[in-house]
């Protein structure tokens, strides 16, 4: 997992680097539905990304909008259904082509 430093604007990664997740207390909602669409799964958690240090462990249930870390449970983003089946498929684009 990477927790993203902060910074004034959001870009969205190429998926040839390393992010496997980008967790921030709050995203631009552009950011949001163009990482979204290129299958880099984006969770807002309001206090994780002030609590975790780099090298702490977390679990994270999508599924349910929580994620465990240092032993305390955190509320997070649960995204709506059919945000995760486009997530589940690898973006947006391999969704449609799915669909045929």
């Known amino acids: ?4 430093p902060p910074e004034s604007r959001h870009r969205v990664c190429s998926k040839h680097l390393e992010y496997r997740l980008s967790l921030r207390n709050h995203f631009a909602r552009i ?5 979204i669409n290129i299958g880099l799964p984006v969770i807002v958690c309001k206090e994780l990304p002030d ?6 462990t977390m679990e994270l249930r999508m599924s349910d909008g929580t994620a465990e870390a240092n032993g305390k449970t955190y509320s997070c983003t649960k995204l709506p259904e059919y945000m995760q089946n486009i997530l589940n498929q690898g973006g947006l684009i391999a969704s449609l082509n799915k669909e045929d």
């Open 1 to 4: 997992m990477v927790v993203d």
């Open 31 to 35: 950011f949001y539905r163009n990482a």
């Open 51 to 56: 609590e975790v240090k780099t090298g702490d």
